[in-house]
């Protein structure tokens, strides 16, 4: 009877330890999946955002510093004359405002001068039809006469930092650039967050980590209010 009892007495005080063992197991666990997830969508957002954030960082650097990587326009121009039959087409057009130029204006555009203009609006005139061909790194424009067809066009080129850098700020990159941009944001966003919280999960073994987070908060916040005036 002695032995039941003290069995019993050692499996009452046994009970709570081993509870609070299973408790600290599956504390762990959860802290265990946690953590491969954010290290799977950390690695996963920076891989994504990779290429991306070395061409935003060194066209960071080249738009603050712009004066230096001044490059001067190289101008192509190109001459031709608008067969008879679609100067009857270009005559259709309203005397001004905007419009889409008829389908077969564009196409030979397209074959004659390697202009893609299916879709584009020009800008109408009495005397002209003014077509702006604007692009990353350069400009152009086709003009169309209304009287004689005469057609000038004209590309010019920056050079290749131009072109990155208005890849930057998205200018003149059109809708697929600029929906890259939207998503290069996102997953730069997701690297950002998931970088913090793992620095949330480890900051008890590296005491420095969050001195070093305020100095980055403090030190862009210090410059914006010190030396920053409206």
Request: proline share 4%.
């Amino acid at each position: 009877m002695r032995s039941a009892g003290l069995a019993t007495k050692a499996a009452a005080e046994t009970a709570p330890e081993n509870g609070a063992e299973e408790a600290r197991r599956r504390a762990r666990g959860r802290r265990a999946f946690w953590l491969k997830q954010l290290y799977a969508w950390h690695w996963v957002s920076s891989a994504l955002c990779l290429v991306g954030m070395l061409l935003f960082t060194v066209t960071g650097f080249t738009l603050n510093h712009a004066g230096r990587f001044e490059a001067r326009a190289a101008v192509e121009s190109r001459d031709a004359v608008l067969p008879r039959d679609l100067r009857e087409a270009l005559a259709a057009l309203p005397a001004t405002g905007r419009a889409a130029l008829p389908g077969p204006l564009a196409d030979w555009l397209k074959g004659a001068l390697g202009v893609a203009a299916a879709g584009r609006e020009a800008e109408l005139s009495r005397s002209e039809v003014l077509l702006s061909l604007p692009r990353p790194g350069g400009d152009g424009f086709v003009s169309i006469g209304r009287s004689d067809g005469a057609v000038l066009y004209e590309r010019s080129s920056r050079g290749w930092i131009s072109y990155l850098n208005d890849l930057h700020k998205g200018r003149n990159a059109g809708a697929a650039w600029s929906l890259f941009i939207d998503l290069f944001a996102g997953a730069c966003l997701i690297f950002c967050l998931t970088g913090l919280i793992l620095l949330h999960f480890h900051a008890g073994r590296r005491p420095a980590t969050w001195p070093v987070v305020g100095v980055g908060l403090a030190l862009p916040l210090g410059l914006a209010l010190l030396f920053i005036h409206a």
